[in-house]
């Protein structure tokens, strides 16, 4: 079974700051790689997704992740943040090699952008 | 394109009843994965189901179960509910199933149990 750990529950910064969120990840096997964000009372959102090819993601709202695979990590970031980005954020991984559909989550990271 | 839609979206009920929560895809998906979201326990995985078939369980009890129709719809049921039952039940649906395309999630039904 997959494991994913974000290493920060929450995460404050001021707004047009750059952000950071960690993601490491432990598997044997190749995997697929994703980011979600969550509003409150809301469901899960596709921020962006690697699949293969280039390690650099970019995503929708301005963010990206680059997946470093030697140090099983997928880190989040955006340059410049809003008020808006207020929320949590979610990595989840999928075995490649499995025709099962399941995603491991991480615990979430809240990010909270004050003025 | 109509999204991934759950009903009901707030559910309340006591210890002891059983309940079922719907979920409608998104047009041409036939993978349905379901997920419980706790803050003790975080986002974990109940069950996939593709063409009617369960693919794949997580680890919890019998009392949840679930099923898939024909028009890929997905209902899951928990039966004799805890208080520790009391949730946000997500429900995902894709083309194929989330291992390599994109999952789509729904609101989430919130279920209390009093």
């Known amino acids: 079974a997959q494991s994913v750990t974000q290493l920060d529950s929450q995460v404050p910064v001021f707004e047009e700051a750059p952000v950071e969120l960690r993601c490491n990840y432990s598997?044997?096997?190749?995997?697929?790689l994703f980011w979600y964000v969550q509003y409150p009372n809301q469901g899960l959102q596709l921020l962006l997704k690697y699949l293969s090819g280039s390690t650099l993601v970019k995503g929708i709202n301005g963010f990206e992740a680059e997946f470093n695979k030697s140090q099983t990590s997928f880190h989040l970031r955006k340059p410049s943040v809003h008020i808006s980005d207020t929320a949590e954020y979610f990595c989840?991984?999928?075995?490649?090699?499995?025709?099962?559909?399941?995603?491991?989550f991480g615990r979430g990271t809240q990010l909270t952008v004050w003025p | 394109k109509a999204g991934v839609t759950q009903t009901p979206r707030y559910l309340i009920k006591t210890r002891g009843q059983q309940v079922t929560l719907s979920c409608s895809p998104i047009?041409?998906?036939?993978?349905v994965s379901w997920y419980q979201q706790t803050p003790g326990q975080g986002l974990q995985f109940l069950f996939e189901?593709?063409?009617?078939?369960?693919?794949n369980k997580g680890n919890f009890p019998g009392r949840f179960s679930g099923r898939q129709f024909s028009n890929s719809r997905s209902e899951m049921n928990v039966s004799t509910l805890e208080l520790g039952d009391s949730a946000l039940y997500l429900c995902a649906s894709s083309l194929e199933g989330s291992r390599n395309t994109e999952a789509f999630f729904g609101q989430g039904t919130r279920l209390t149990v009093v």
């Open positions: 189901y593709f063409s009617e078939t369960q693919r």
């Open positions: 989840a991984v999928s075995d490649r090699g499995s025709t099962l559909g399941r995603l491991y």
């Open positions: 598997s044997s096997v190749s995997v697929y």
């Open positions: 047009s041409g998906h036939r993978s």
